[in-house]
């Protein structure tokens, strides 16, 4: 699946291909985009990420670690504190949570709609396979499936934004996206069987090509979410 690529077009700074700078731009974007899919899948809110840990396991230098978490701390996706190094971002207010479905609502269900219309085969048979694992992954107990749930879920959502054809609108919806997840809300087997629906809703309207119908379920199913989310808090 193609990955969105960092650089403005037609920039002067581009360096050439084969180059040792190419080289080390294509490392440093694969260092980012492994410490993103961990925030997402491995990594709890307010946990430390080690520099060197992260070097070592992704047999890297230090550079390119500390570029890419330069990178998600202006992204709001780790923090750095004096003397202690990075830590991935704590939990999600009520107020936070609020303004970045208020963005979600704004951009998924347009992405859904563009995607209905320019998707392919491939993504469409990919999204259906993502919705699929996560109806196994609901009918599991232990704490790890429902890490796998969610990682899935970030997975067919990030698919949708790929299909819509805009690199920029892909990166801004796995943004806001990666955030929710850092949350870690509870695994409720209930909101699980919702969002199964809801997935599905969304992905027949995407391969069947209805653009109109692609949008108005993935706008229910953020609202939804949202919903299924927000009162987490009230019974933390």
């Known amino acids: 699946m193609a990955k969105p690529t960092d650089g403005v077009a037609g920039s002067t700074l581009t360096a050439p291909p084969g180059s040792a700078a190419s ?65 991935s971002q704590p939990m999600l207010t009520p107020e936070q949570l609020g303004q970045i479905f208020e963005m979600r609502v704004l951009m998924e269900p347009f992405a859904a709609k563009v995607a209905a219309s320019r ?26 499936m429902g890490r796998e749930f969610h990682s899935d879920d970030a997975c067919l959502h990030d698919l949708i934004a790929a299909a819509a054809g805009n690199p920029l609108l892909r990166d801004a919806i796995t943004k806001l996206h990666v955030h929710v997840h850092l949350h870690r809300v509870r695994n409720d087997a209930r909101a699980s069987v919702a969002a199964i629906a809801e997935h599905d809703a969304v992905v027949d309207a ?31």
């Open 23 to 87: 080289a080390d731009a294509r490392v440093a974007q694969r260092v980012y985009r492994e410490l993103l899919n961990r925030l997402v899948r491995e990594i709890p809110p307010g946990s430390r990420v080690s520099i060197d840990g992260t070097s070592r396991q992704l047999g890297v230098s230090q550079t390119p670690v500390r570029e890419a978490l330069a990178r998600l701390e202006s992204e709001g996706l780790v923090v750095r504190t004096h003397l202690a190094g990075f830590r």
């Open 119 to 144: 998707h392919t085969s491939e993504l469409a048979v990919q999204m259906r396979q993502a919705a699929d694992r996560m109806r196994t992954r609901a009918s599991g107990t232990e704490p790890a």
């Open 206 to 236: 995407i391969t069947n090509r209805q653009p109109g119908a692609a949008s108005r379920a993935m706008k229910d199913h953020l609202l939804a979410s949202y919903e299924r989310i927000r009162s987490s808090f009230r019974q933390d």
